[in-house]
């Protein structure tokens, strides 16, 4: 086989191989020396940093990624292609000084010297590593390892946070985490054990005195066994549920004094008033986020000593974006707050794995309302500031109003089942753009409808027509401020900067 044919047979199979990997053949000058590599065959994946794919053949290394050159990572290219000995490098920093390209990147790489050539490939390592990182800080958790042969235990940086500890110290031993276990659960402890042994994964919830405080530790582990059955390792994830375990004891004080009736009606809707701030607080003042300012509102209906089911969640996303939602779960009390509760609680995990996309958030909720026998509304949406442009979808929910300019109308809504009438519904999304000084509300129908009376939506464009001349926005907020007799009313009132 001539070096054409091998060349040839090499570019077709790195241009499947679904990795980072070229092979580069080296570029000499009259006395032989190499100057320079060329890549002669690439995955075609798009697994650099510039979204290049098989594109890279025939080009040289030092006109591709010209930082390289003279560097590290280029002095081992040389001795694995003069040695033959195939090399590794982990964590290797490329910096890139260019726009639109991520500043500074990690690799692990490995080169091989392969048929007069270099293999290289490339695993991009500081991507995975903070989307990890970003998961446990909002999930308030982090994984441990104990490797039952040697005793060594490893954490990962949310238990060390979780436990308020240095990494400079190591982890605690297990002498020492069974002395911060509270003495009265070391009988949960002592029935994981036993169902680790069985083979079992346990999932229990204990608590480790923390310095001066008191943590609740749900931990989630399982036994990692070879094939006679002998255990070898204990993996094992640990949340801290202190905030919840503290905010149903809250909610279940609460309860036990409406269920008592010790309190007059005034006391008794104020309760209801705080037991809705406690699971869902509205800020006082408008909250800036990329691209808007954004304003919240929840008003408890007037008739009504029970707490509603309406809530919201604005908050910016990790790649730039604002998510934006509004929704009203069925009923009052606190079957409706619960599920309200349940339905933010499972859109912020979710928005902390990567899933941001509108339909898929709706199909995601549908399906956890149908599982609780839950019924509700919701709308969704996702804005742009690097395109103004806003993504919305809904679920039997009443479509934002766009204000602008002197003019005011319902955005044209998809179709959208109600959240929990049917498990496997599926959504639609539109996309819409936006201009500086739009105003754009989003609300549940305890703001335009009155049981007995006439809907007052007429009455609610009338006012965003109005505040849109100049981007009023607390024109708009002030005018919003009209409860219910019957319903709550959440809204979220959105300036487009």
């Not at 999304?429 to 739009?438: A, N």
């Amino acid at each position: 086989m001539g070096d054409d044919e091998v060349a040839s047979a090499i570019r077709e199979i790195l241009a499947v191989i679904p990795a980072g990997c070229s092979w580069l053949l080296p570029v000499r000058s009259a006395d032989g020396t190499i100057t320079d590599f060329r890549v002669a065959a690439a995955s075609g994946r798009r697994h650099d940093l510039y979204h290049r794919g098989t594109s890279r053949v025939d080009e040289l290394l030092s006109r591709l990624y010209p930082s390289i050159v003279g560097g590290k990572l280029w002095r081992v290219y040389l001795d694995v292609f003069r040695t033959g000995e195939p090399a590794e490098v982990s964590e290797f920093r490329y910096e890139e000084k260019r726009a639109g390209v991520v500043a500074e990147s990690l690799f692990d790489v490995s080169v091989s010297r392969v048929l007069g050539g270099l293999l290289v490939t490339f695993a991009r390592v500081d991507e995975d590593r903070r989307r990890a990182g970003r998961i446990e800080m909002l999930g308030t958790l982090g994984w441990t390892e104990y490797d039952v042969l040697t005793g060594i235990t490893d954490w990962s940086p949310g238990i060390y946070r979780i436990f308020e500890r240095d990494p400079a110290l190591g982890p605690l031993s297990r002498g020492e985490q069974a002395a911060a276990m509270l003495p009265e659960d070391r009988g949960i402890a002592e029935t994981a054990w036993q169902t680790l042994d069985s083979g079992a994964t346990s999932d229990v919830t204990v608590r480790f005195r923390v310095h001066d405080k008191v943590k609740y530790l749900r931990i989630l582990s399982d036994v990692v066994a070879d094939a006679t059955g002998r255990p070898l390792k204990i993996n094992a994830v640990v949340q801290d549920v202190t905030a919840r375990v503290d905010s149903r004891s809250a909610i279940e004080v609460l309860r036990d004094q409406v269920r008592t009736r010790e309190m007059t009606a005034l006391a008794e809707h104020r309760l209801a008033g705080q037991l809705q701030h406690m699971i869902q607080p509205v800020p006082p003042e408008p909250v800036a986020l990329p691209g808007l300012l954004v304003k919240a509102g929840y008003l408890a209906a007037e008739s009504t000593v029970r707490v509603g089911g309406d809530w919201y969640h604005a908050a910016p996303q990790p790649d730039g974006t604002v998510l934006l939602a509004v929704g009203d779960m069925a009923g009052h009390g606190l079957a409706a707050a619960s599920g309200m509760a349940h339905l933010r609680f499972a859109l912020i995990a979710w928005l902390s794995i990567g899933i941001d996309d509108p339909a898929q958030l709706l199909a995601h909720l549908n399906r956890l309302c149908f599982q609780l026998r839950l019924t509700g509304t919701a709308v969704l949406g996702v804005y742009t500031p690097a395109t103004h442009t806003l993504v919305w979808g809904r679920a039997g929910h009443a479509a934002p109003l766009l204000g602008r300019s002197g003019t005011a109308a319902p955005l044209d809504a998809p179709p959208g089942l109600l959240l929990g009438a049917e498990r496997t519904s599926s959504y639609e999304t539109r996309t819409v753009p936006l201009s500086p000084d739009d105003l754009v509300l989003l609300y549940t129908d305890g703001l335009v409808e009155r049981r007995g009376g006439p809907p007052v939506l007429s009455e609610i464009l009338t006012l965003l027509a109005d505040a849109s001349t100049d981007g009023g926005l607390t024109r708009l907020v002030a005018g919003l401020q009209r409860p219910s007799p019957d319903d709550d009313t959440c809204t979220l009132a959105v300036h487009v900067a």
